[in-house]
């Protein structure tokens, strides 16, 4: 967009309803302003019309003064960290549920991906790109460790008779020496599709059907407005209205 030197303004008529309710949604989620560049570039604005659509919406004082959400630096804590967490608390339950029916039930393993995804985004406030997609399939892969460790743990301790402490050395030294035989070509498979799900999670969504400009009525259909004036082309805009983002 070409600076015509006016500053922001909510009344700016070239964005388009659509466009400005998909950046208000987005600062509501506290999507990242670079998140929100993106998609409003994948439907066709230039990074500077994308930029500048977003400073109006919020220049206009409708969002608060926090819209944009935490710096990058500090989403990318807040997301490791509820990813961890999600992972802890998805491979205690998968532990628990593998020592109490004696059997390893894979899918749940897969959940251990699907809730470490959506805590990373929950917890980033919306972080959404590859290094919140790495971090959240690394955290599907610690979340499944600790429920193949708890499990091992659990059972181990009972033929102890409950004297095995969860950290004993020889328990640790136990699970990274024989790790080869936890892990067989069954549970690759529902590690694979946690990794895949958790990384999917956190991409950069497209907002598919969104019209950045309201559609104008063809020729002669109903509603339609007067033809071009005379000497125009069909295609182009009169003078005296501004484009459209």
Request: proline content about 9%; charged content about 15%; hydrophobic content about 45%.
């Amino acid at each position: 967009m070409k600076d015509d030197g006016f500053a922001p303004s909510g009344t700016d008529s070239r964005i388009s309803a659509a466009t400005r309710n998909l950046i208000r949604k987005e600062l509501a989620e506290h999507t990242p302003i670079p998140t929100i560049v993106k998609l409003l570039m994948q439907q066709g604005l230039s990074r500077a019309d994308a930029n500048y659509a977003i400073d109006v919406v919020q220049s206009e004082g409708i969002m608060g003064p926090d819209a944009a959400g935490p710096s990058p630096a500090v989403q990318g804590a807040l997301g490791l960290l509820g990813g961890v967490l999600a992972a802890t608390l998805g491979g205690a339950v998968w532990a628990v549920l593998t020592y109490a029916t004696n059997t390893e039930i894979g899918i749940v393993a897969w959940g251990i991906g699907w809730l470490t995804g959506l805590a990373v985004v929950l917890f980033s406030r919306g972080g959404r790109g590859v290094p919140f997609q790495i971090a959240a399939a690394m955290c599907a892969v610690l979340g499944i460790a600790i429920g193949k460790y708890g499990s091992i743990f659990l059972f181990a301790n009972k033929e102890s008779g409950g004297e095995l402490s969860p950290f004993d050395p020889r328990l640790i030294e136990l699970f990274f020496t024989k790790a080869g035989e936890w892990f067989s070509g069954y549970d690759l498979l529902w590690v694979g599709l946690a990794v895949v799900t958790a990384f999917g999670i956190p991409k950069v969504r497209t907002a598919k059907g969104v019209v950045l400009a309201e559609d104008a009525p063809a020729a002669g259909s109903p509603g339609a407005g007067p033809s071009s004036p005379p000497g125009l082309p069909p295609s182009e805009t009169p003078p005296d209205e501004p484009p459209r983002i």
